[in-house]
């Protein structure tokens, strides 16, 4: 059995208990690392239990799961270390320091170094473990949002958890400066006067677009998962941030569009309109009488404005002569927003026009030219001919 004797023996400036405190420490620390941290994140859903159902435990787990564990490493890496002695006291470097009256050459140890920078990991996983609360906290509130047909909950949500984001990290830079680096925040923030202001002007744009941001949602000129087009960008606002508003085009890309641009240009919200416009011009050949040209044209309007899918304000009218043909300008509007009904709509309109211009015995125009030469025939006279023939 061993006796206190032998765990009190030296070796390189540490006991063999500071060695086997060292090496039992870390050992429990990895090997228990997982299931201490899903133990911990599972006691930290129970303070959030009255808020989500038993269902968003899982979601919970995977978000702390992994800065709980840097954590739990970090502390037990810090607290096993601190068992030995040495070289944590050795000096590394000296620096003068004003006691008093007195300049004092003041050691800095490797332990100490080693504390600064465990110090530093602590923290920064203690508001990594913060920033994943709150990402579960918004994922809990986008699904209730989800619940509801208002969509400016939908939009408000992500636009919450980026500013208490941004908050929770201003406050873990400033407490880093003040433990680790031992900075006066409080003397920092007072003196920045002067700097405050340059910074200041120089994020003037991204002071507006914040702005822009909180006009945005006041005034509510659009919602997450309205279609809207503004300076010649169309598509499904996707997300509305602190700086800039994400557009999926209807090319399937990613437009990003800075707020004051939001809310400075000319905004068309097409998911407030209550119906699709339809514009077109239509050529009859010339051969079309004006008999048959009032009753196509008659036909057409009447078609339009008794179908289901459109408004009774359609009209068709004779615009012009053309190049090629007798031009007739159609113009109506389809009340079903849904695009994919929208085309189906408009494919029946266009095909029973073709009906129409047939029935009547008319036909569509397309360019044409017609060539007549002179030459002289047998009998002495000049034949005329005619040929037709697309461009």
Known sequence: MLNSAFFDQVFWGNTVKAYFLFGGILFLGLVFKNIVSKLLSRLLFKLFRNFSNQSHNDAFVALLLKPIEVFILLTTLYLSINQLKHPLEVAIFHYSKLIGKVKELIPVTIGDCIDRIFLFGIILSIFWIILRIIDFISHVLLYKASLTGNKADDQLVPFLKELFKTIVIFIGFFTLLGFVFEVNVLTLITGLGIGGIAIALAAKESLENLIGSFTIFLDKPFTVGDLVKVDGVEGTVEKVGFRSTRIRTSEKTMATLPNRGMIDGVLEN?????????????????????????????????????????????????????????????????????????????????????DIVIRNKSDFAYPTQRLISDRPTQAGNHEEVGNDAMD
Do not use: P
């Not at 179908?307 to 043909?325: C, E, R």
């Not at 509007?333 to 266009?350: H, P, S």
């Open 270 to 354: 097409l998911s407030l309109r209550n119906s699709r416009k339809v514009s077109f011009v239509i050529g009859l050949t010339y051969e079309t009488n004006s008999d048959s040209l009032r009753k196509i044209i008659s036909e057409i309007q009447d078609y339009i404005n008794q179908h289901q899918g459109t408004s009774d304000d359609g009209n068709a009218s004779f615009k012009s002569f053309g190049d090629s043909g007798l031009n007739v300008e159609v113009n109506y509007f389809v009340t079903v927003l849904e695009y994919a009904e929208f085309l189906k709509i408009r494919q029946e309109i266009n095909l029973e026009i073709m």
